[in-house]
């Protein structure tokens, strides 16, 4: 997404992360593939995220712990709007001069669920050899309700030895990659099932009916007046709004919010972190199962609660400020 959700870029002991943050990464180009933050290994493997931010200008620090990463960040001066496939080249490129050979692990998250099926003309992933692993989601838009994940390498070598669990059970050596050893097996049985069941048409078709009804609601909410989008899902079926700068100060958005609650809407409103947090945005995942007409319905309560909300005669109760919203 654009606004409350930008990319970043980690560079964790054996590589480069791309975080699409809520999948922007994946987006047909422009801002949500602009790389907005990193962050440098730290002693001991782990990573510290480093602002980068193109709206207040912070500056890179780098760890001293891991001095090699400075001339990794000097290499990459134009960090801010590096697309995937321009940072795997500007990493070539600094193979090239400095002999540092810098993978890069893919965070699809949301968006390596889309980006196959409505934008595959990007080249995000193991197309691009420097691409090493690639981790997403399977719920949301993998079609699988919450509990399972997929990390994806590119070989075994690629697969870090000290991730691996081995133990011995059931009689025989058991590798296991899992933070816990037994858990259920339905969600990734689920998911090969989708798989096999609705295959890359399948897929293309409900990701795309996704996309149409979220573009659908937030062309909608952009046509009441009161709001100004961060985008309109047309990279992921996911978009966010604002109350238009100066319009009101009798109410709010956690107000809409309420108002849709009692109509059985849940809608949440939440404060951006960081430097933004007086700015507050709502935002809807469109899912496969939300048909036209249902967002029909919710696009025609959002402007009634927004007609009843605006002919207050007086301002609405203080709003209760609710925690930031983390990817």
Not at 84 to 113: C, F, K, N, Y
Not at 266 to 295: F, H, K, W
Request: with cysteine.
């Amino acid at each position: 997404m654009t606004g409350p959700h930008p990319m970043r870029v980690a560079v964790p002991t054996r590589g480069v992360e791309v975080d699409d943050g809520q999948g922007g990464v994946l987006a047909p180009g422009g801002p949500p593939r602009r790389i907005t933050a990193f962050a440098l290994a730290a002693a001991g493997g782990t990573a510290r995220y480093v602002s980068f931010d193109l709206v207040n200008g912070h500056g890179v620090e780098v760890d001293d712990a891991a001095p090699e990463w400075a001339e990794i960040v000097a290499g990459l001066p134009a960090l801010v709007e590096l697309a995937v496939d321009d940072l795997a080249a500007a990493l070539d490129a600094l193979q090239e001069r400095t002999g540092l050979d810098v993978p890069i692990h893919v965070d699809g998250a949301s968006g390596a669920m889309i980006a196959p099926f409505l934008q595959p003309e990007i080249e995000w992933d193991f197309r691009l050899e420097r691409v090493h692993s690639i981790s997403t989601s399977g719920h949301k838009y993998g079609l699988v309700y919450p509990g399972v994940g997929w990390v994806v390498w590119r070989t075994r070598d690629g697969l870090p030895e000290e991730l691996v669990f081995r133990v011995s059970y059931l009689g025989g050596n058991m590798p296991t990659l899992a933070l816990n050893f037994s858990r259920p097996g339905a969600q990734v049985l689920l998911q090969y099932f989708q798989f096999l069941r609705l295959g890359r048409e399948g897929y293309t078709a409900i990701q795309q009916e996704c996309q149409d009804v979220a573009r659908y609601v937030a062309h909608g909410i952009e046509e009441i007046g009161a709001f100004e989008l961060w985008n309109d899902g047309s990279d992921i079926p996911v978009f966010a709004w604002r109350l238009t700068a100066g319009r009101t100060e009798s109410w709010g958005l956690y107000h809409l919010s309420n108002r849709l609650r009692t109509k059985g809407w849940l809608v949440p409103a939440y404060p951006m972190p960081d430097d933004l947090a007086d700015l507050t945005v709502q935002r809807i995942v469109e899912r496969d199962g939300v048909s036209r007409d249902l967002a029909s319905e919710l696009l025609e309560d959002i402007r009634v609660e927004t007609a009843w909300l605006d002919g207050l005669a007086s301002p609405m109760p203080a709003q209760v400020r609710r925690s930031g919203l983390h990817h």
